[in-house]
């Protein structure tokens, strides 16, 4: 037999839990009986539905948006009609750092990296033809979610449709941008406000909605171990709960529609069990520590998608293989909802080809795979039910370690969350340098081609002159009295710490702007900057 020259002395996956060669009974160290209960019970190990992907598979939700909201809107209708069961709404960097597409910090960024939306006009138009009382829309907003959700509502009850029965989700995950992502605004506390204000709201008016999606995708992509992303993921809900209950509102109420968003990253067993490892931890987490009685409450509903920091530029045909992989992993653990990366986004944002090639991955393992023909296949590996265990031993050890310091925002405010994804970042970094780990193309099996045949997306300068023309146009047609009166009463109940959120929707409809309403949150709350450190 020859010699593997890639054969290591000791295997670990990311999160350094050592490997053994072969694992039976014995490494089995939890409560199989808990564990193995069925799918659809607690602590819904196996599964958050008795029948799972049997019953019902999950959500294809293509994640897209880009230049102009007229051409998003055609990605979106090309994606519904080649398949897509939800749509998810990228948006450019001036939407999500609350600066309208005229404004001097939006210049070189509008359209680029998601679709420009400074009005209600601009979501009428991502939102043509798009029948939203019948598809479930995701917004991928954290620091303007608030006032991009009142777009929403705003535009669909213009056509007539009952915000009750709207269904979507917005991610409204701060913590997570001052961990590891930075598009941030306000300081925590007044964020904080903001994100309870919604639950608030949308549980008595908006009750289908998905009030924030906790997440631990940009935590990973930042350079975290798999344990660390569930463990931090976990330690901001368990915030996000505790800052509503504080505020007086039903947990057994509002924590039905909380839902998490998580990466899927190479490492496919580990993937898995990181899955199983975090409905047993949620649902323990929510019936013990904040005494949940209602079931649907302690069920851990998520989204997930392919990582993004996996792909690569060398050989991106390549990375239908690495996405395939790990959408599978994904399907394996149980998602709700999948997104799907596509194999060009090393390079730029996604052609329509590689857009198609990404959804049709998630279609294959749903139909002719056979892994949903049955709920759980992999429950009972000694391998899987061994990680699942320690992965979950590791990640309340990290829990721990947060609540004995004050909570996540004290370590925020420390860097001391920041500075644990650096030094696991680091260690990675250093693996790929040494070539412990192997990425295909990049540090080994690397082929001198340059990419000739890719097609790569490329936004024209055109929009953001269209964008802003239109925008102009816009606010010189509006009545520029009652958008005063509109800023006025928010900077008030900004200042009294009133819910702001009905007040958002009667703005967005008389036409005030998301980066008019985010300034008048800028007067009152300020800027949040974070410490350096040297």
Known sequence: MSKNKYRKNSY?????????????????????????????????????????????????????????????NKRYKLLLDKGTTGLSVAFDLPTQMGYDSDHI????????????????????????????????????????????????IAVAEKRGIDKKVLRGTI?????????????????????????????????????????????????????????????????????????????????NSFARRLSFFFNVHNNFFEEIAKFRAAR??????????????????????????TAGVTLTAQQPENNIARVSIQALASVLGGTQSLHTNSMDEALGLPTEKAATIALRTQQIIAHE??????????????????????????AYDYIHRIDNMGGVIKCIEKGWIQNEIQNAA???????????????????????????????????????????????KFKKSRDNDKVKTHLHAISIAAENKDNLMPLFVDAVKDHVTLGEISDSLRKVFGLYREAVKF
Request: glycine residues 6%; aromatic residues 8%.
């Open 105 to 152: 910090m939006a210049t070189g960024e509008v359209g680029k990296v998601g679709v420009a939306i400074s009005s209600i006009e601009d979501m009428e138009v991502l939102l043509k033809d798009i029948p939203l009382d019948k598809v479930s829309t995701s917004m991928t907003i954290n620091s303007t979610a608030a006032v991009l959700l009142s777009f929403y």
């Open 369 to 394: 795979t056979g892994v949903t023909d049955t709920i759980d296949p992999l429950a009972g590996s000694y391998f899987v039910e061994n990680l699942t265990d320690q992965i979950e031993k590791m």
């Open 280 to 305: 047993r931890m949620w649902a323990n987490i929510m019936k013990t520590r904040f005494g949940v009685t209602d079931e649907k409450a302690l069920k851990m509903r998520f989204h997930s998608q």
């Open 171 to 251: 991610q409204n995950d701060l913590l997570k941008e001052y961990i590891a992502r930075g598009t941030y605004i306000y300081p925590p506390k007044p964020s904080m406000q903001i994100i309870t204000n919604i639950f608030e709201y949308c549980t008595k008016e908006v009750p289908l909605w998905n009030t924030i999606s906790i997440s631990g995708y940009h935590i990973r992509e930042a350079g975290s171990t798999a344990v660390q992303e569930l463990a931090f993921t976990l330690s901001n809900a368990i915030t996000y709960v505790q800052s509503a209950v504080n505020q007086g509102l039903d947990v």
């Open 12 to 72: 670990k996956t990311s999160s350094n839990l050592e490997l053994k060669d072969f694992y039976g009974p014995a490494d089995v160290t939890s409560d199989l009986s808990n564990s193995l209960s069925a799918p659809g019970k607690f602590p819904f190990t196996r599964g958050v539905q008795e029948t799972m992907y049997k019953g019902r598979l999950w959500t294809m939700r293509q994640y897209a948006g880009f230049g102009s909201a007229q051409e998003s």
């Open 426 to 472: 680091y260690q990675q970094q250093l693996d790929l340098e040494s070539k412990n780990e192997i990425i295909v193309g990049v540090n080994d099996f690397i082929q001198s081609d340059k990419n000739k045949d890719v097609d790569v997306l490329k936004i024209s300068e055109d929009v953001a002159r269209d964008q802003i023309q239109r925008l102009t």
